[in-house]
């Protein structure tokens, strides 16, 4: 669990991901749906992060824009930036508070912030993902992979197991069939299935057999970033156990970092070592696991975890039952977009979206209920408060601008 | 967890092959059960099996026909009907004790295999059906006729043209509409607008359309059977690239393909490996229904008075069907009944529409087995 | 139907099932002698469903799916029971036994007795097919008599809907899409209380003397801006018409009109006077009324088949020739012919009674959800909607299969507590199936765990939780990922759920049991009383082994 800017394998910043609706006779362009709206968060060396919400947060669009299965609209992520560069992007990125980076939304960058923009895009042709190309991309590919919610479909149904494992070694040309196929014995031997389990097809066995060898193909490549989507939100309870004990344990051996995007908050509880709450595609609250379970500051997060049942009858809790549906991701509300379900909403809310801000040591919230940041004398800089609201200089008058890391 | 009881070891010596480790028991062998799993979910359907059978049947009077008398190909071609008076090889044949058709005919016991039932007749009016398989004279009384040679020799062409067609378009069609599927925006825009252009034009119209062309352009070339093949494979891949591209929209959206690029596949090998294998279902069932509407077409374009054929003795089913046809009504039109002797030879009509209703019914009733065998849903 | 309000959980006394409900012999397989009581006449006391010792098989291309074997339990008027187990455990095939919509081919309910107050719902099976067994291929060939099969799903009519009804697992693909909320709602309703709802409409009163003075009180009470006393003086309203859905619709009218309620008269009287019905109207639904009433004669013989248990053919016959009579005399005028103006006033009756029920769920607009349609809803919306669908005929017991796993957790938490509080206000009995404790821990009061086509214990919430007796149940309660306990290491079942074609022997579960005996493998344990309602099917409790 490293803080700082050591070991970090993936930093993800103001990753942005809309769809374009169409419509009318020429199919023009009238609208966004906004999946993605700006998400910012660290991901290190054998660490699992887990991305929470609910559907049509945009949770699983984020996961597949961090892999760049889905090209994004706007934002970097970096893949194993050293040392140095994550602080030149602290600054960068700080400096840049307010002002959109990266052609955001159209908008043309402030004259001062060109310098910083300038420096930026030169760490980005060399780190960021979305601009590799070429043998990069395809040893990239290798790097960093996805596990998916259903086991079911998952798997090609017309292809051996055999075979299905063997693809990623196939595509990447590695070695002669036979040193494959051994290769392919040995992953499901390391996620728990008898190897003789090569020669069947996949509607032959249970979920969470499914789930084991979506599991070793992920893991065929040797990469080091997985990203699991609800990797059990489609199997039973005991399954679940089998399947989380599996992940630990290859975390440990194989130094993985995982990224486990689930609505369970118990389960990913159990398994993350820091969490992110999304909520119509932006982020609500980050903090490290206990920090977030014992003390959570977004009233999002609050009712989330309200709203969990409890396998204990006895367990007398406080309800917060939300009123209302989720709104569309093509029309969020202005200003904070739970204002319409918040039950402690403000009359600034509606105005005004709040940035993110550092409240605590490492606990990351946006909402207007914590309109102050930590300075700069407590711990680390804020790592994300760039705001998405245009007035987020004027909002943040703690932690906005930081002063260059020393 | 299949539940034969049997075991396949063809799987045992694979994996020795491979240096992996072996089962003491051997496995069943996975793709085997699946056929026969299919096997069985067709056998119980009858109408699936009558269609199967009528179609074996069918294959099996085509691969005989070879063994029909008749030497090359020229004399394939015109074995069917022979001619009186030339010396081509073909052997006439008439059951001792009846009047011999014309010079050049052996008379044989009535045992004779060169004598095929059943008896069957193009003669004009007034003569009535003549003993089994003997031969006959046609209108101009130059070329003899034998309805039932002429259906098996007719045989081999029908189904070979049906099935070079149909495996050519379903082909054009797998290609075309898994790139267009796949790819979606432009490509699939301008391959989609051809295809309708294609579909737009109703099939016997454009056939006609591109056999008049050919003959009219290359003067060689009318009667060739291969323009007519590339006729209807014209008229034909359109519906196979509809088909496969709707599967393929479908089977794009399936996470393994999501998963195969995340592990960087690209475009051709996940089209190749894991979009078209899961699209062929309904292309098998297209197919089996095409094989029967193709003969149909044919006949459909000789009756409409085109002349496809190399000569038009030419022994295919649709052009036997449409010669009695028009012989017969000609000579009911213009000969007058005489007294007493006004047959309708109706079986000259008859048999081989019949024979052409037979397989095109025989192939739908399969195609449709075919279909509830093979949809994953409908099985148990 | 319990009205009173239910003390909570953790208040209400542990009875101890009445013993003679669960078969305490070592051949669970046996039938059942069947008490007199229950087919002669009423329920044993307050036990709404009784399940015994049912089978269901599927017959498939594999081999026959022993889905269930031999499940037992009872549901008790008013309670919530809990049928937990994971996929694959058959809870869904126990609920679609029970109310026989298992798909014939290729299933079958093979043995077994469905009480449902005193009715055996199963009555007439062993008529339905003929099975042989196949020597040389030891397959079961299964002949099935579907004339007897529809006779059986037309007996069961009867109890769908009015006895028995139930919600499903996909909100959003449960409702037909091309007719609106309050066309489906109306279709329940006139289905099951049709006699009662066209009764109602005809007896009104819309020229009572009470009724002008009602108005006038309900526009003043408009005026006062009390949505509570606004609803009483509707009720009144609709009270002294004779027809309370001229109440909701009057509250509906009346509603947000705070600064000028005088200028709504028109649309109260309106709404009183559409209980005015012409000659022609009347005609109708008079009409109306004699069909829905043989339909409803229909169901109670088939009721009484089912109780009595034979078969009432001059019944039968009377009925079925009546209705043929009725139907050559009713013609069809068109939609916007004479029927349709005819027609007019049962569609606005049973549009606020759609309302009504829409209420009764809690939905804030419930005139805006009936009128617009299911694609227009989110998933927690039509969840409500299907309760309110599945409590229009107000059932004795409601199945609710795995509702709440298609939604997202706030929206479950919303559904959850509508459901805890239709627990006070209704007081149905509920078969909850799902496979998350949690939602168990929340609702229920009394849980039933199965495992792969059997129940292996069955008692109080507190009783399962705090001290569950079968090491599946102990398996299953250690597996999860705790909020209050964190750290705690999640214990996984070792192995996977068996295949149902080839069943272990014995206990189905001794392949994964960590305390398994030899007499496990070879005997099924037969369901032991535990004390305390806690009964549990496992060798350890029972016979030469048993612990204390």
């Known amino acids: 669990m490293d803080n700082g800017s050591k070991d970090v394998l993936l930093s993800v910043r103001n990753l942005r991901k809309h769809f374009p609706i169409r419509g009318g006779i020429f199919s023009s362009h009238i609208g966004d749906v906004r999946a993605v709206d700006g998400i910012s968060f660290d991901i290190h060396k054998s660490e699992t992060v887990g991305l929470v919400g609910e559907s049509g947060c945009g949770k699983t669009t984020a996961g597949r824009v961090i892999l760049r299965l889905i090209e994004p609209t706007s934002g970097h992520t970096y893949y194993r930036p050293s040392p140095e560069v994550m602080e030149r992007l602290k600054v960068l990125y700080g400096a840049l508070d307010g002002t959109p980076a990266d052609g955001e939304e159209g908008r043309k960058p402030s004259p001062n912030s060109v310098e910083a923009l300038k420096e930026l895009d030169g760490i980005a042709n060399k780190y960021s993902i979305y601009r590799m190309s070429g043998k990069r991309l395809q040893a990239l590919r290798g790097k960093l992979q996805i596990v998916f919610q259903d086991p079911f479909s998952s798997l090609s149904p017309r292809l051996l197991v055999r075979d299905i494992v063997a693809e990623p070694l196939e595509i990447h040309h590695m070695g002669t069939r036979a040193e494959r196929y051994k290769r392919v014995a040995e992953l499901l031997q390391a996620v728990g299935l008898n190897p003789d389990h090569l020669w069947r097809f996949p509607h032959e066995f249970s979920g969470g057999q499914r789930q084991r060898i979506g599991i070793a193909r992920a893991l065929a490549l040797r990469p080091d970033f997985i990203v699991l989507d609800e990797p059990t939100s489609a199997l039973d309870v005991s399954v679940q156990a089998q399947i989380l004990n599996i992940l630990k344990r290859l975390q440990v051996e194989q130094e993985l970092s995982y990224l486990f995007i689930s609505h369970h908050l118990s389960v990913v509880r159990a398994v993350s070592h820091r969490v992110v709450v999304m909520y119509l595609g932006k982020m609500a609250e980050s903090a490290p696991t206990e920090e977030l379970f014992n003390r959570p500051l977004h009233p999002y997060t609050q009712a989330l975890l309200a709203a969990i049942p409890i396998p204990d009858p006895d367990h007398h809790r406080e309800r917060i039952i939300l009123s209302g549906d989720v709104p569309s991701p093509a029309a969020p509300p202005p200003g904070c977009c739970f204002h319409t379900r918040c039950p402690v909403v403000m009359p600034i809310c509606s105005k005004v979206d709040p940035p993110l801000l550092e409240v605590r040591p490492d606990h990351i919230v946006a909402c207007h209920l914590y309109p102050k940041a930590i300075g700069p004398g407590d711990s680390a800089l804020p790592m994300a408060s760039v705001g998405s609201s245009p007035l987020g200089s004027m909002t943040s008058p703690g932690g906005a601008s930081a002063p260059p890391a020393s | 967890m299949s539940g034969s009881s049997k075991d396949e070891t063809g799987a045992t010596q694979e994996k020795a092959r491979w240096g992996l480790p072996t089962l003491s028991k051997g496995r069943p062998n996975p793709q085997l059960a699946q056929l026969k799993r299919t096997l069985y979910f067709l056998r119980r359907n009858t109408l699936a099996i009558v269609g199967l059978g009528i179609l074996i049947f069918f294959v099996c009077v085509a691969l005989s026909s070879f063994f029909y008398p008749g030497s090359n190909l020229q004399m394939t071609q015109l074995c069917g009907t022979y001619p009186a008076n030339t010396n081509t090889g073909c052997i006439c044949t008439y059951p001792q004790g009846s009047v011999s058709p014309g010079p050049g005919c052996y008379a044989v016991s009535a045992n004779d295999p060169s004598l095929v039932p059943p008896t069957v007749s193009l003669s004009p009016f007034g003569l009535g059906p003549l003993p089994l398989g003997s031969l006959t004279v046609d209108a101009s009384g130059l070329y003899f006729f034998n309805l039932m040679a002429g259906l098996i020799k007719g045989a081999p062409w029908s189904l070979g043209i049906a099935t070079s067609v149909v495996v050519s378009g379903s082909m054009i069609g797998l290609f075309l509409g898994s790139i267009a599927g796949y790819q979606g925006g432009k490509t699939d825009e301008v391959i989609m607008r051809i295809t309708d252009v294609f579909l737009a034009i109703p099939g016997l119209l454009l056939l006609m359309v591109i056999l008049a062309t050919a003959g009219a352009l290359f003067h060689g070339l009318s009667g060739h059977l291969g323009i007519l093949i590339l006729a209807f494979i014209a008229t034909d891949w359109p519906i196979y690239t509809r088909i496969v591209r709707s599967q393929v929209l479908v089977t794009r959206e399936q996470k393994f393909v999501e998963a195969a690029k995340a592990s960087g596949a690209r475009a051709g090998r996940i089209i190749r490996k894991h979009i078209v294998p899961n699209s062929l279902y309904p292309v098998f069932v297209q197919m089996s229904l095409d094989i029967g509407t193709v003969p149909l077409g044919l006949a459909a374009l000789v009756f409409l008075g085109f002349n496809i054929y190399p000569s038009q003795y030419f022994p295919e089913w649709g052009l036997i069907t449409a010669k009695s046809v028009s012989e017969t009504f000609i000579k009911s039109i213009l000969t007058l009944c005489q007294v007493g002797n006004c047959i309708f030879p109706w079986w000259q009509i008859f048999i081989p529409g019949i024979t052409l209703f037979l397989f095109a019914i025989s192939v739908n009733f399969l195609s449709d087995g075919l279909r509830d065998a093979l949809d994953p849903r409908l099985r148990r | ?548």
């Open chain 3, 1 to 548: 139907m319990a009205t009173e309000a239910m003390p909570a959980p953790s208040q209400r006394p542990i009875v101890a099932p009445p013993l003679e409900s669960f078969p305490l012999s070592t051949e669970p397989l046996a039938a059942p002698a069947p008490s007199e009581a229950t087919t002669i006449s009423g329920s044993i006391g307050n036990v709404v469903l009784d399940v015994r010792n049912l089978r269901t098989y599927f017959f498939t291309y594999d081999g026959v799916v022993k889905a269930l074997d031999g499940v037992t339990f009872n549901v008790r008027r008013g309670e919530t029971v809990g049928l937990v187990g994971e996929t694959g455990c058959g809870k869904s095939v126990t609920a679609f036994s029970v109310t026989k919509l298992i798909a014939d081919p290729p299933g079958r309910i093979m043995d077994g007795t469905i009480l449902f107050k005193g009715v055996n719902l199963l009555w007439g099976l062993e008529k339905e097919a003929i099975y042989r067994t196949d020597k040389k291929s030891n397959r079961i060939k299964v002949t099935r008599k579907y004339r007897r099969i529809k006779q059986g799903q037309d007996r069961m009519n009867a109890v769908r809907g009015g006895g028995i009804s139930m919600i499903f697992q996909e909100p959003t693909s449960a409702m037909n899409p091309i007719f609106s909320v309050s066309n489906q709602i109306s279709e329940a309703l006139l289905l099951h209380r049709g006699p009662l709802i066209v009764k109602a409409l005809l007896e009104a009163t819309p020229n009572a003397p009470g009724v002008r003075p009602a108005i006038d009180h309900a526009i003043e009470v408009a005026r006062s801006n009390d949505g509570k006393q606004l609803r009483i003086a509707c009720e009144e309203l609709g009270r002294a018409t004779n027809l309370p859905s001229v109440g909701t619709q009057a509250y509906y009218i009346l509603r947000g009109n705070w600064s000028n309620p005088e200028k709504k008269r028109p649309e109260l009287l309106d709404a009183v006077h559409r209980a005015r019905l012409s000659g022609l109207q009347r005609n109708f639904l008079r009409r109306e009324l004699h069909r829905l009433a043989l339909l409803q004669e229909l169901k109670d013989v088939y009721l009484s088949e089912m109780r009595h248990g034979r078969v009432e053919n001059a019944a039968h016959r009377s009925i079925s020739r009546r209705i043929t009579g009725l139907r050559a005399r009713t013609f069809y005028f068109g939609i916007w012919g004479v029927r349709g103006r005819v027609n007019h006033p049962l569609v606005e009756e049973t549009f606020w009674l759609t309302v009504k029920a829409l209420e009764g769920v809690t939905i804030a607009n419930p005139v805006q959800v009936a009128r617009g349609y299911p694609h227009e809803l989110s998933g927690g919306m039509l969840q409500r909607v299907m309760i309110a669908m599945a409590l229009s005929a107000e059932p004795e017991l409601l199945i609710a299969d795995e509702p709440t796993t298609a939604l997202d957790v706030t929206i479950q938490a919303q559904i959850l507590e509508l459901m805890r509080e239709l627990k006070t206000r209704v007081g149905t009995a509920v078969l909850l199936i799902t496979h998350d404790l949690g939602v168990i821990a929340e609702v229920a009061d009394r849980v039933c765990v199965m495992y792969a086509g059997n129940i292996v214990e069955i008692g109080p919430v507190h009783g399962i939780f705090k001290e569950p007796l079968h090491p599946y149940t102990q398996g299953l309660l250690s597996s999860i990922p705790r909020m209050d306990d964190p750290t705690k290491k999640l214990e996984s079942i070792p192995g996977s759920v068996p295949n149902l074609i080839y069943p272990p022997s014995g206990c189905r579960f001794h392949p994964r049991c960590p305390q398994a005996m030899p007499i496990c493998k070879e005997t099924r344990p037969p369901m032991t009383v535990e004390g305390g309602g806690h009964v549990v099917a496992c060798h350890l409790y029972h016979g030469p082994v048993a612990k204390g």
